[in-house]
């Protein structure tokens, strides 16, 4: 049986269902996959888990994103960490709620994110139980993840080439955490005019009018596409 097979079977102490027989459970191991650690339980509606969540998502709110989230009970919740993705895969912590503890009430939990990122972004909770004390040593709360959500916001400030349309020299521009790593430009008909190039500065002085692509290649292996224009 494999790792991810373990994380996903429950014995009968439990409520002897296997989870490819549980929707709810499939769906989220696809999260699992998209979030890459099999090793990680995943926050559901039901169950025997420390926090039982009824509701998670996260909106536009003027210039903020409002994460919203409902617990109807907790045991041992130390504390919830939101963490957002610009693509889904890697997240980083932007946030922490603290927990109710243990309780049987019904709880709403907001957080707002004040510097969001335009274009798509993904948010995800992770819950961390309490620590506790074995043999005289602090051990550390597990975690339990929530299933991710999308948010879209203005994308034209997201991926930016200015200015566009282009005399000679222009500025690349990506909003997300994440470096450039190079870049290639190719023609309307495909071919390469520019390969692996490197830095932020989009010469075509040496080019011919006309419209071309603008391949962006990230140090985490996204790849983004946007038409220039050579005057």
Do not use: C
């Amino acid at each position: 049986m494999t790792k991810l097979q373990k994380a996903y079977t429950y014995n009968v102490a439990q409520n002897s269902r296997v989870a490819s027989f549980y929707d709810a459970d499939r769906a989220n191991v696809h999260q699992v996959l998209l979030q890459g650690d099999p090793a990680l339980r995943i926050l559901i509606t039901d169950g025997a888990l420390p926090v039982k969540l009824i509701s998670f998502g996260a909106k536009t709110e003027n210039e903020k994103v409002r994460v919203d989230w409902k617990t109807a009970s907790e045991k041992n919740n130390s504390h919830f960490i939101v963490e957002r993705s610009y693509n889904g895969k890697l997240f980083e912590e932007i946030g922490r709620v603290e927990g109710k503890g243990t309780t049987e009430t019904e709880t709403s939990y907001t957080f707002y994110d004040s510097k969001p990122l335009t274009g798509v972004s993904y948010y995800r909770l992770k819950q961390v139980d309490n620590s506790t004390v074995v043999d005289g040593n602090i051990v550390d709360g597990k975690s339990t993840y929530s299933t991710i959500v999308s948010v879209r916001r203005e994308e034209s400030k997201f991926f930016v080439v200015s200015p566009n349309p282009i005399a000679d020299v222009a500025e690349i521009a990506l909003n997300a955490p994440v470096k450039i790593r190079s870049w290639n430009l190719v023609n309307i008909a495909g071919q390469p005019v520019l390969k692996d190039q490197t830095g932020l500065k989009l010469n075509l002085s040496q080019l011919a009018a006309g419209e071309y692509i603008l391949e962006v290649h990230t140090e985490n292996g996204d790849v983004y596409h946007k038409k220039v224009v050579k005057k």
